[in-house]
């Protein structure tokens, strides 16, 4: 399975952008994808509408847009790209606006992109590592950062956690528009603190996309997603619990807690 480092190239890094707008910066982040050979310009218009139709949700993180749509004809093959702006823009999100850092992913099916997506979690949910990427001077620079990131270990979280046997198995949903993309930052941050609390062999943990979630949803214990796509799943029978920062492991425990009010 592909690494961070080798599904986003320094080709495929540009820093300091100019944008107008968030268009102009989903768009900057395609043209990199379709110059690599990684997608075509209909995949960079289908993460455009894909933001059109669903809002905002791709802004996982305080200044931090995922940009991606479904897998399709228009991806030749499993890629990144990473856009950071001269200026930021507005996405529209209510909390994690305005953006500054652009990541699109291009993924040719649902899977092949896992471990990438666990170490970009653990990147931009690391203040430090964070901050290197933020003041990197060179695409050359923010690529080492990454290569160095896939060398090392997970970082361990903080905080008490309760280390009873936990729930009987359950699973829990995480949820994004197309089910490839920020649903498995969700995924991922949420597995970090259910194995911190002891619970990971108690509660499964599935990323999913809206029209799959009102399906599965009689078989999950709750729903994790963000405000945007809350809305657009209504009532589904069991508790939505909205994320705003689905890179944060302190935000997702307390999420957690009151799930399961412990």
């Known amino acids: ?3 961070l480092s080798e599904l986003l190239p320094t080709e495929a890094i540009r820093l300091d952008v100019p944008a ?45 847009a995922f940009a991606h749509a479904r897998p399709s004809a228009a991806v030749r093959r499993t ?17 994690n606006d305005p953006v500054t850092l652009v990541v699109a992913l291009a993924a040719r099916d649902s899977g092949a992109h896992t471990a990438a997506m666990a170490s970009l979690a653990r990147l931009l949910g690391d203040p430090g590592t964070e901050s290197a990427l933020r003041d990197a001077p060179t695409p050359e620079a923010l690529h080492l950062v990454l290569e160095q990131q896939d060398a090392g270990p997970a970082r361990a979280g903080e905080g008490e956690e309760p280390r009873a046997t936990g729930p009987a198995v359950q699973k829990i949903l995480t949820v994004c528009g ?37 399906g599965k949803a009689s078989e999950a214990a709750a729903i994790l997603t963000s405000r945007e796509i809350a809305r657009t799943l209504g009532d589904v029978g069991v508790p939505v619990k909205v994320v705003e920062d689905f890179t944060s492991t302190s935000e997702v425990d307390r999420t957690l807690r009151d799930t399961y009010d412990v």
């Not at 649903?183 to 603190?193: C, G, M, Q, R, Y």
């Open 178 to 214: 197309n089910g490839v993309g920020t649903s498995l930052f969700l995924k991922n941050t949420l597995e970090k603190v259910l194995d911190r609390w002891g619970w990971d062999r108690n509660i499964t943990v599935e990323a999913t996309d809206t029209i799959s979630a009102k």
């Open 1 to 3: 399975m592909a690494s």
């Open 79 to 95: 890629g990144m790209s990473w856009v950071r702006l001269a200026e930021p823009v507005e996405f529209g999100h209510e909390a």
């Open 20 to 64: 107008a707008d968030w268009r102009e910066a989903v768009r900057v982040a395609g043209e990199l994808l379709v110059a690599n050979g990684t997608s075509t310009d209909v995949y960079t218009a289908e993460m455009i509408r894909n933001v059109e139709e669903n809002g905002p949700y791709i802004v996982i993180a305080p200044g931090f």
